[in-house]
Structure formats: C-alpha cells, structure tokens
C-alpha cells in the first residue's frame, strides 16, 4: 500500500460485466466509503479534453470519431472486444491514467475506507495494493437479460460480451468477499452489509444540524424506504406512486436527502454522485414551504458532500416553478445553461444520463482543477 494512503482500509471491488459491480459500489457508499468508478475514469481519459484522447486517435484512426470530434466508444468497442491485441494496445494507454487519477483521488479522500471498482482489478495489479477483494457474481442467464435490457444490446452482442471476459471463478478465487448478486436488492444489501461489518469499524455518524427556520436536512438510509416512498407519494399528490421495494432499488443509483421539521418530512431529494459530478434529479417538496428559507441550507448540505467526494461540478435538474426564483439561486452561485455549453464531457454526458424531462438545467463549478488534465 502506498505510504499516502496510511490509516485508510482500501476495497477493491470487482466481477464481469452486469453482475452488479455498482449497485454494490453505491451501498458501500451509503455505508460510508468514498467510492471510485475506474471504469467510468477510463472512459474520460480518452475524452477530447483528456489526456489519452490523442493517443488513442493516432493508434486506432480517425475513423473512430463521431461528428462531434468525440471518440466513439461504441466503433472502439467493436475493435478491441473481438482483437485481443487492440485491447492490450488501449488498456496500456488508458490504465495508466486510470492510475494515476485513482491514486489522487485515495490520497485526497476524507474517507477512512475507499471503495474502487474496477472490471481489470486483478488484471491490472491494483488489486495487490488492497486490503480486501470483493467480488460480484450472478449466473450468465442474469447477465444476459441485464445487458439487453439496461444496455438495449442485442442478445448476440450481449453474449460477445460475456463470453469475451474470463470466467468468473478466475476472480472469485482471489476474493476475500464473495457478493452473490442475482436476486433483491434487499438480498444483496444484507449480504454487504454483513462483509462491511466484519472487516470496517463502526463509522461515526454525521451531526444533523437544525437551521434557524426549524428543517434539519437527514442523509437517508435504505432502512428508511417505506418512509421515503410514502413521502414522495404523498408530495407529489399521487402523481408519483412508490412503494418499499422501489425505493430500496433506487438506492442502487442515488441517495436521498430528507427535509424534516419534528417528525415530519417535508420534502425528499434524489441525488447521485458519478464520474465526479453530482446529479440533484429529484425534488418533492411541500407546496407551502418557503424555498428561500430552506434552498441555502439545502445546496449547502448537497455542495459540501459533493466537495467531500472531490466533485468537479453540480447540475441542478430544476421543475420549472422553482426556476422562477432567479436571484436565489444566482446568489448561491448557479446559472442556467443547456448541456452543450457545458463544455467538459464528462458533465454533458451527466446531465444527457440524468435530466428527467421538462426540467432546466443549473450549473455550478465545484473545483477548478480535473482529475484528469488535457496534456
């Protein structure tokens, strides 16, 4: 282990493709842990404003760019998964930016365990820099329907890519953790659960602080999802209908904020970190609660988690009645913007993923500096 990484417990996380690998990512970080995405990072290091964008045009051909100027991940995909070769030649440009972005973000983490999910763990060597493997499993048939149904691949392709990666049980026999993942997310949250039990100590829980307007904003855990199914029913006046079980699920993608005054919730937040961006997608609030008493505590709450995860922005997906409050949301440093002027992939690709439909998109910059710098 490196000598910059002393007193933090470091989870290597890995499995094939569709076995779960994130959905377990995102419940160790609701756990406590700060998480890594290398497979997301390797994908924005050949990004047109990233370092292994050149190096992958002069190797692989111009062809392989879309209108856009963007490499294509789709016409490389068809390269390197069927030319074993290609593949040793890209991983051998990406890896080692993936490294060196991976190795900054354990070093600068505030966290005391650090989860890094990666499908080239073990190949890659990283894996002998980690205090505990943990690998994710599901039969192939599940992988299957996954990748056809999450992905829109065909089955012909969905297969090419299964059978294209080693078999399982070649990263099964280095793990420490073994996270059968083929059944509930209810299933495989006590199945993490347990593991992080066994090899974390007991993490301190954050303070809620209660504002001068009288709503303390709570981080909400999966334990709560009844609560946070009934809320979101019942604040956007049966227009969502939820229960427990989908709840529990969207645990799998995001995290969610209560607004709570006694014991009453007054409003639900969906949000999600990926990539280094933090996504607020979902805002059910009480129609009489005064917005300009609660949205600085609000942002501010979502903004120093996000800087505690080394976000390089924000993206606010607002319904339009609460973008008529302007100056509000100037004042906290926001301003509207459509996606293309953006600028930086990585943050067009988040809110092309994310923004649900008839919202405006807000924008703030976190930090100046990214992980991964043009060259």
């Not at 100027?69 to 490389?76: A, E, F, H, N």
């Not at 060597?125 to 329907?145: M, N, Y």
């Not at 009645?321 to 953006?342: C, F, P």
Request: overall charge neutral; proline content about 4%.
């Amino acid at each position: 282990m490196s000598e910059d990484w002393q007193g933090k417990t470091i989870i290597g996380l890995t499995g094939n493709i569709a076995t779960g690998k994130s959905i377990v990512r995102k419940m160790l970080e609701h756990l406590g842990a700060y998480g890594i995405d290398a497979d997301a990072l390797s994908h924005r290091a050949i990004a047109r404003d990233a370092p292994g964008y050149q190096p992958v045009v002069e190797n692989f051909g111009k062809w392989i760019l879309g209108s856009d100027g963007q490499i294509d991940r789709s016409k490389l995909g068809k390269i390197v998964f069927t030319d074993p070769s290609a593949l040793t030649l890209l991983e051998s440009i990406v890896h080692p930016l993936v490294r060196q972005a991976e190795e900054a973000l354990i070093r600068h983490s505030k966290q005391r365990v650090v989860v890094v999910e990666a499908i080239k763990l073990i190949e890659s060597g990283f894996a002998r820099l980690c205090d505990s493997i943990w690998v994710t499993t599901a039969p192939e048939d599940v992988q299957l329907k996954r990748l056809m149904a999450k992905r829109g691949m065909s089955e012909e392709i969905a297969w090419q890519r299964i059978k294209s990666q080693a078999p399982q049980e070649d990263k099964v026999r280095f793990a420490n953790v073994v996270i059968r993942n083929d059944s509930t997310f209810e299933d495989t949250w006590k199945q993490v659960v347990f593991a992080w039990k066994n090899i974390v100590p007991e993490m301190e829980q954050p303070k809620i602080e209660v504002s001068k307007s009288g709503f303390r904003i709570v981080r909400a855990k999966p334990q709560q999802a009844q609560e946070i199914a009934d809320a979101i029913n019942q604040l956007s006046n049966g227009k969502q209908k939820m229960n427990r079980e989908d709840v529990m699920a969207l645990f799998g993608e995001k995290a969610f904020l209560l607004i709570q005054s006694g014991e009453r919730v007054y409003g639900v937040i969906g949000w999600r970190v990926e990539n280094l961006v933090a996504r607020v997608e979902d805002f059910f609030l009480e129609k009489k609660m005064p917005l300009d008493k609660i949205v600085t505590q609000l942002i501010t709450e979502i903004e120093n988690a996000s800087k505690e995860l080394q976000c390089e922005a924000t993206l606010l997906f607002l319904p339009p009645d609460m973008t008529l409050h302007r100056e509000l949301w100037h004042d906290l440093g926001y301003h509207e913007v459509s996606i293309q002027a953006l600028g930086v992939r990585a943050w067009q690709e988040a809110a092309i993923e994310s923004m649900p439909a008839g919202t405006v998109l807000w924008f703030k910059r976190l930090r100046e500096d990214l992980v991964l710098k043009p060259v």
